[in-house]
């Protein structure tokens, strides 16, 4: 049986909207839309009316190339407000059988026993390890037999606040919510295999203003961050240090952002403010400048790698998208 849905992603720098029919797990796009952001700043809404606009924009564009109608979508949030934290549950299997009944149970026993403030809101409760009775690390417990059940999870929250102007926004664009999601999670579903899933792997989704981190070890989600820093601080760097417009710093990146090689090549870009004359820059100024702000990228990650104490359990690696 298929099912058609619509997703919603929120950037600081672009709304995307798809629509796609998913069959079978196999998933047909149908639609999409993409609208420059408006009145959202590292991943939180600062202006309703105007991401509400720029969120509309998006959904229009998809209905309209998938000649559809839905009014109910999946938005994905950013990790910037959001956090996680480990709690535990432990149940005890009347039946000695385990059900999806106790399953649910000692999930919902882990989440009780959390100490979520008041001021979040839980958007996923992610399991990473069972234990059934005496044996550890089980992937799947239903069916097993087994007296006690226990369950170790990773419970991903974000601000009440930060949520609720995302559900005006959407809704002043006339769309209910139907499902939450961390954008770095469905970052991660999207792109991990089988072996990376196994061997464990980080996945760093970069963005215009920010980008988001999120961990995967022991079957599930372990840890997700927030690194305020994303490909618009390079566009930044480069207009100031080129005396350059934006648009032609982001130009600049995108065509000689080569990091490989440098080069003695001379490119003529406008000055800012004096459309009349032009100023010759070497790309080894240009490939510095990138460098610069990419080395201080990669130092931001180690040191979030180095505060998850699970960067001995990423074996794959890391994943960039």
Request: hydrophobic residues 40%; contains cysteine.
């Amino acid at each position: 049986m298929s099912e058609t849905i619509l997703a919603i992603d929120i950037g600081s720098t672009k709304i995307c909207a798809i629509i796609a029919e998913i069959e079978d797990s196999k998933v047909n796009i149908q639609g999409h839309g993409i609208a420059k952001s408006q009145g959202i700043k590292k991943g939180a809404i600062t202006n309703i009316e105007l991401a509400s606009k720029a969120i509309k924009k998006a959904i229009a564009d998809a209905k309209r190339i998938a000649g559809s109608n839905l009014t109910s979508a999946t938005v994905s949030i950013s990790n910037a407000y959001a956090k996680s934290l480990n709690s535990t549950g432990v149940v005890n299997i009347p039946h000695k059988d385990i059900s999806i009944k106790e399953i649910n149970r000692v999930m919902q026993t882990a989440l009780y026993n959390a100490n979520v403030p008041n001021e979040y809101e839980v958007i996923h409760v992610l399991p990473y390890n069972f234990r059934v009775d005496d044996q550890d690390f089980i992937e799947d417990p239903f069916g097993m037999n087994a007296s006690r059940m226990e369950v170790d999870v990773n419970i991903i929250m974000t601000q009440k606040s930060n949520l609720s102007n995302l559900k005006k926004a959407i809704r002043s664009a006339g769309v209910e919510i139907s499902g939450i999601v961390l954008s770095g999670y469905a970052s991660a579903i999207a792109t991990m295999d089988e072996d990376e899933k196994e061997l464990g792997v980080a996945v760093i989704d970069l963005g215009g203003q920010t980008s988001n981190l999120v961990i995967h070890t022991g079957n599930s989600i372990r840890y997700n961050d927030f690194l305020g820093v994303g490909s618009n601080h390079i566009t930044n760097d480069l207009s100031m240090a080129l005396h350059t417009p934006l648009q032609i710093a982001e130009n600049v990146k995108i065509r000689h952002g080569n990091l490989i090689e440098t080069s003695n090549e001379v490119i003529e870009l406008p000055i800012i403010g004096d459309e009349e004359n032009r100023n010759n820059v070497s790309l080894e100024i240009v490939h510095s400048v990138i460098f610069s702000r990419v080395e201080e990228a990669l130092m931001i990650l180690v040191s979030s790698l180095e505060k998850s104490a699970l960067k001995e359990q990423i074996g794959a690696g890391i994943i960039l998208t």
